[in-house]
């Protein structure tokens, strides 16, 4: 019979946002063992397309490595409160880690504090002064204000 101190170190992976070396943005949700190998990996899922949960080893996902011909890693953490909210699939990202993370928690952003700005759907894509899309940056910014100091609370 296996117990834990006859399991291999785990070595966490911390949860929280990250951006692919590619671009696309994930949340790590926890650091799970494989039943077979016991090997640690990160479970995490997608911030866009589909969505979906994924596993990867855990010392994968905070590997540095030569990628797209440089070294760098493969995923790197960020701070939702100091993430530049400047395009809409970063914007979508720290939406969806936010609420996620509320969720998780037992509160109901919609509820507790109050829907995300929506996103707009005027622009005319010529780049005006005072664009509709500074405006919705501009208002998810106090959301994600107001988003944070609720979940520091509720932590």
Do not use: I
């Not at 990628?67 to 979508?92: C, W």
């Amino acid at each position: 019979m296996t117990t834990d101190t006859d399991l291999p170190p785990l070595n966490p992976v911390p949860p929280g946002l990250y951006r692919h070396y590619k671009g696309g943005w994930y949340e790590v949700l926890d650091t799970v063992r494989c039943s077979e190998t016991l090997q640690g990996m990160a479970l995490y899922r997608a911030l866009y397309g589909g969505w979906g949960q994924w596993v990867r080893p855990a010392g994968m996902f905070v590997e540095v490595g030569e990628f797209e011909g440089r070294v760098q890693p493969r995923f790197v953490l960020h701070d939702p409160a100091s993430v530049p909210l400047a395009d809409l699939p970063t914007a979508q990202a720290l939406v969806a880690h936010l609420q996620g993370l509320a969720q998780r928690r037992g509160v109901d952003l919609d509820t507790a504090l109050r829907r995300p700005p929506p996103e707009p759907d005027t622009c005319c894509g010529r780049g005006c002064n005072g664009c509709v899309w500074e405006g919705y940056y501009t208002a998810l910014a106090f959301w994600r204000e107001d988003a944070l100091a609720l979940l520091s609370r509720s932590a």
